[in-house]
């Protein structure tokens, strides 16, 4: 219903609307028939409520004084929250302040009916309270088994919810305390009310190995297994498969392809070759990428269950697969020494890095090497102290074209930032384990040449099949990333002019990656580059043509992955007709659902490794209390500030009740704290020593101290505010 909900509101609330009927109003809806009912019961609801009024001849119009609109609320840790307005044609509305007591239910992820009763202004945000919940994102939540006084209650992981819900009996399904399981909210919680749900499974204490894995798992719904018709599907294709079979393909067995990718990679989707023609004297650029789409029918159950599914998902000693592994880790994957298939996209770039012409294909590859990062990066330093004993174990030919590899990507690299590509560097953590899989430490990853060469070789790939397919027309998937606001720009520039690095046209890309390279081996690094990370739009899927912001790039997809990702598969599909029928089309509506789809179930992948990263992180600290950590302050609140380790992928909160030796103002101009009677400071971007003070693995929190400061026995345990406007100016808990 909620679809329409929107559909109806937008139309009877637009300045150009006459009033009318319902079936003249539902005719300009341009909804199919089949609709209709749903049409009038939201109709009826919308009376009933008062949004909308009947008048005279029965024509509507709108029943509030105050605007309506729906959107995809978020609840904070303080218990207020904030809802993000569905974008309508294009235009994007502010977020709208909702305090606690106006929320009603609502959870984060679910979309709301919203009352605006402030519009935003220069100094305010919008406010406005909850009508209704439209759609739950979810019912299903995973937390920590409690009894209390005979009742059985169960505390939510995360700051969805104030307080426990209530389970029913006790031991329910055999839980202990203490037990991690998963509940269906049966009623959801509201500031007044505790929630009530159902514990559907058990899935072991909260020690167990492997329970903080199955509960990220529940808790963001991600999909364990493969219905037996994909399967099926994947062993029927597989038994089909010949390596000598290449018709219609064209043959590259006979060339010198490489791979190079993580010592831990499963599937390997994209190899690569650079020559120089003997004539032209061009570098040729060729890039293969794993042909799945020869394998997955269109329509098909292998393909129904990875368009759901649409991306795999990398977590932390576990990979949940677009694809079955007879399709991602064999049959596409292009395994060292076996014939694959591949669409392979050929670039000849002059001396002067102009695209002198590119191809495409349906082709056929042996993968005569795999390398893993670290090895070509290592025989790239060897290059570079022209040590031959060390290389004596490689071809020739393969070296002199790893040193072709290292110069192209480099001349590619210079070219990208001179049309004013932004490089934002925020290192991937990488877990350590002992022998027993237990998290041991934790480590930044490093981003070397070796990194490089591949990423450029995919960018100018994907640039490349983007360009063609805009060419000729053809609606496709793009990855855009739109300019940002302005507002946030300027808002980044007085941020970097705090720490020294002022902008004179924060507007300027140039000047932006200024700064970015300014900062690239400063303390302030990771504070400068995720400001400016949070000042951008965020990167989706869409048909609409649009640029991709950081790369500095006009027309960008997503072709070179198409065994992790849905989007690069379409892409592919496009290119294959065209190469067989030098024609293909697509239906924009379709592309625009299937966008939002594959956007919405990336960011899910993606926040569920986070998840699940930051709760591995904070249970090895969990057994490290007073370990000292050498940190940077990347933010700063009137609460205290927030620091991140240098050498390891945490961050906490210092608390301003920690800084005892002084009372400590806010300032909020310099986003510094200022001792009264020392006139020590805490800026963003100094470097500190600090100690873990606690770990809440419930929250997910991370209390830091300064490693100089004494413990007040009275805080140790305490739970402290993570946001709000208290303590203010050197008011400390005590």
């Known amino acids: 219903m909620s679809e329409i909900l929107t559909k109806i509101l937008h139309a009877v609330s637009a300045k150009s609307y006459h009033p009318l009927k319902a079936k003249p109003l539902f005719k300009r809806l341009n909804l199919p028939e089949s609709a209709y009912p749903e049409f009038r019961r939201t109709l009826r609801e919308l009376i009933r409520t008062g949004r909308l ?42 977020e709208i302040f909702i305090r606690s007591d106006k929320a009603l239910d609502a959870a984060t992820g679910d979309e709301v009916l919203v009352r605006v009763t402030r519009e935003a202004s220069a100094t305010k945000d919008a406010a406005g309270e909850i009508l209704r919940v439209l759609e739950r994102a979810t019912r299903t939540f995973v937390g920590t088994y409690l009894e209390r006084d005979g009742e059985a209650f169960v505390r939510v992981d995360g700051n969805l919810f104030a307080h426990s819900v209530s389970v029913g009996d006790p031991g329910a399904k055999g839980a202990k305390p203490h037990d991690k399981v998963v509940i269906e909210m049966l009623r959801f919680p509201t500031p007044d009310e505790r929630g009530e749900g159902v514990i559907t499974e058990v899935l072991g204490p909260h020690s167990q190995p ?72 061009h570098w040729v650029l060729s890039v293969h990428i794993a042909d799945v789409g020869a394998f997955v029918k269109a329509g098909g159950a292998l393909d129904c269950e990875a368009r759901k599914r649409a991306t795999s998902v990398y977590l932390p000693q576990k990979v949940l697969p677009m ?17 694959r298939y591949v669409k392979t996209v050929r670039i000849e770039f002059t001396p002067h890095l102009q695209k002198a012409h590119v191809a495409f294909f349906n082709g056929a590859i042996i993968n005569k090497k795999r390398f893993t990062y670290d090895e070509v990066q290592a025989l790239l330093d060897q290059m570079q102290r022209d040590d031959p004993r060390s290389l004596s174990a490689y071809p020739p030919e393969l ?61 100018a790939a994907n640039e490349a099949v983007a360009e063609h397919l805009t060419q000729h027309d053809i609606p496709f998937l793009r990855r855009v990333h739109p300019a940002p606001n302005e507002e946030k720009l300027e808002a980044f520039a007085q941020f970097a002019d705090l720490l020294g690095y002022p902008l004179q ?25 995720f400001a400016l990370l949070r000042s951008l739009k965020q990167a989706a899927y869409s048909p609409i ?8 790039s006009p027309h960008y997809c997503h072709f070179t992955s198409p065994i992790r990702r849905y989007p690069d598969l379409q892409v592919h599909r496009l290119l294959d007709r065209w190469l067989k029928h030098r024609s ?31 709760l591995k992180i904070l249970t090895y600290l969990s057994n490290r209390l007073g370990e000292q950590l050498d940190a940077v302050i990347t933010g700063v609140a009137d609460y205290g500030f927030f620091a991140q380790a240098e050498q390891f992928p945490a961050e906490g909160l210092v608390h301003i009740s920690s800084l005892i ?45 300064l490693a100089a400061m004494p413990c007040l026995a009275e805080n140790n345990g305490e739970e402290l505010p993570r946001s709000g406007r208290l303590p203010r100016r050197g008011q400390r808990r005590q």
């Open 53 to 94: 009024t009947r008048h005279r001849n029965n024509t509507l119009r709108l029943g509030e004084t105050h605007p309506t609109l729906t959107g995809i609320y978020r609840r904070l840790a303080s218990g207020h929250g904030f809802v993000r307005p569905h974008t309508i044609d294009g235009v994007s509305q502010p």
């Open 210 to 281: 492997g329970v903080d894995t199955l509960s990220v798992i529940r808790a963001f719904g991600l999909p364990e297994t493969f219905p037996e018709a994909a399967l099926a599907e994947a062993r029927q294709v597989a038994s089909q498969f010949s390596e000598t079979d290449l018709h219609g393909r064209h043959d590259f067995t006979q060339e010198l392809v490489i791979t190079i990718d993580p010592a831990d990679a499963k599937d390997f989707d994209d190899a690569v070759s650079v020559t120089i023609d003997p004539k032209t004297k």
């Open 323 to 339: 694809f079955p592994e007879v399709i991602s880790n064999g049959l596409a994957s292009l395994q060292e020494g076996k014939v």
């Open 399 to 459: 070296l002199t074209m790893l040193r072709r590899m290292r110069d192209l990507a480099l001349l590619l690299r210079k070219k990208r930032f001179k049309r004013g590509a932004l490089e934002l560097t925020m290192p991937e953590a990488v877990l350590e384990y002992d022998a027993e899989g237990r998290v041991c430490g934790a480590h930044f990853a490093p981003h070397h040449l070796s990194h490089q060469i591949i990423e450029e070789f995919m960018l």
């Open 505 to 529: 046209r924060p507007q300027d890309r140039f000047e932006l990656q200024r700064v970015l390279q300014a900062t690239q081996d400063k303390p302030e690094r990771a504070a400068v580059h």
């Open 545 to 552: 043509q649009d640029e991709h912001y950081a790369l500095a």
């Open 584 to 614: 293909a089309k697509a239906n924009i509506d379709e592309l625009v659902a299937l966008g939002e789809h594959c956007s919405r179930m990336e960011r899910r992948a993606e926040n569920a490794e986070r998840e699940l990263v930051k």
């Open 661 to 705: 030796d002084d009372y400590y103002w806010f300032d909020e101009s310099s986003h510094s704290l200022e001792g009264r009677r020392t006139k020590r400071r805490f800026r963003l971007g100094d470097r500190v020593r600090v100690e873990v003070a606690r770990v809440d693995l419930q929250r997910r929190l991370l209390d830091l101290r």
